[in-house]
């Protein structure tokens, strides 16, 4: 079992507990099933919102750490933004007495730290047009040492009604319910070996990936069922919990030179490694958390339940060798 006495794990797994159902708060208050028009306001309520409530908590709890996050507030700072820094108070002040305005942005900002020797690393909401549709999206939170992952853990509200999914380095993987009233069960990969038996995991909207490379991908490994597509690093928790065999993350043609972002990484990364997958650049490097907020050093990603991996970078490094 993971030892949830650890400081860095217990408020990891509390704190991605408490922003993902505040996320979910804000969807419900603000969004309607029938909503149909690109209002984004919603959406950035919810992101300054659970990074706000993260960075007060993690300057209280360990404040001499780093945390590198999505958001800023700058926004915050300009007229369109007036209203939305009020909705981001009005929601915060229903967890923390007293809260004003002046101090969400001081939190939010906390998110602008170094990524140097011991930092956490955020995305509020990941998934944002997942969050907008009322599909997947997660709160993403890791504790990040010297290059290396060590904690990290996802809430996802739209998973199976809603799971909190946990990992420590060396420690395994955990899924308990949003609400934390179930327990907790270990996650492994699933034991899939036969590459035309593997379920495809992908990224919903077609503008984060390549579509023709995908269903190359597939053409060559023989998969016969299409690929699921979903937003965010919920996928890193269906693959840990052994619900995908494969998950890539390709670049789109109109940006082949885009680099990750490690917040959009770092914990799912750790739950597939912690529930005996694999994860990896599409070179077969290892991810490279060491080189600031971008992946600089990484092409793309690659995560499997570790049997499948091998096969998979043979079939990418045959495409671009085409």
């Known amino acids: 079992m993971i030892d949830l006495e650890k400081p860095e794990t217990e ?122 549709r009322g599909d997947q999206y997660a709160v993403a939170l890791a504790l990040v040492e010297k290059g290396q992952v060590q904690v990290g853990a996802l809430g996802c509200p739209n998973l199976d009604g809603g799971w909190l999914v946990v990992a420590a380095r060396g420690e395994g993987c955990w899924k308990t319910s949003l609400e934390g009233d179930n327990g907790f069960d270990r996650l492994q990969v699933s034991d899939c070996r036969e590459p035309g038996a593997a379920r495809i995991l992908r990224s919903f909207e077609s503008a984060h990936t390549n579509e023709g490379q995908m269903k190359e991908l ?45 917040w959009d990484h770092a914990a799912g990364l750790l739950l597939v490694e912690e529930s005996g997958g694999r994860v990896t650049d599409l070179d077969g490097k290892s991810l490279d958390f060491s080189q600031g907020r971008l992946l600089a050093n990484s092409r793309g990603v690659l995560a499997s339940n570790g049997r499948l991996h091998q096969t998979a970078l043979e079939v990418l490094a045959g495409q671009s060798g085409q």
């Open 11 to 132: 408020f990891t797994l509390r704190m991605v507990g408490e922003a993902a159902r505040l996320a979910k708060k804000i969807r419900q208050e603000m969004l309607s099933p029938a909503l149909s028009k690109e209002d984004r306001s919603p959406v950035t309520v919810a992101d300054f919102a659970a990074q706000a409530l993260i960075g007060r908590a993690l300057l209280e709890a360990f404040p001499h750490d780093c945390l590198v996050a999505e958001e800023d507030s700058g926004p915050l700072a300009t007229a369109e933004g007036r209203h939305t820094l009020q909705q981001v108070t009005q929601f915060l002040a229903a967890l923390i007495p007293d809260v004003d305005s002046r101090q969400v942005c001081d939190w939010i900002d906390r998110g602008k730290g170094e990524c140097e020797g011991r930092f956490w690393t955020l995305d509020p909401i990941d998934g944002t047009k997942g969050f907008l």
């Open 218 to 262: 597939q053409k060559s490994l023989g998969t016969e069922a299409e690929p699921l597509a979903m937003d965010s690093q919920a996928k890193y928790a269906v693959l840990a919990a052994g619900r995908g065999d494969l998950l890539f993350r390709l670049p789109s043609p109109t940006h082949p030179d885009y680099q990750e972002r490690i």
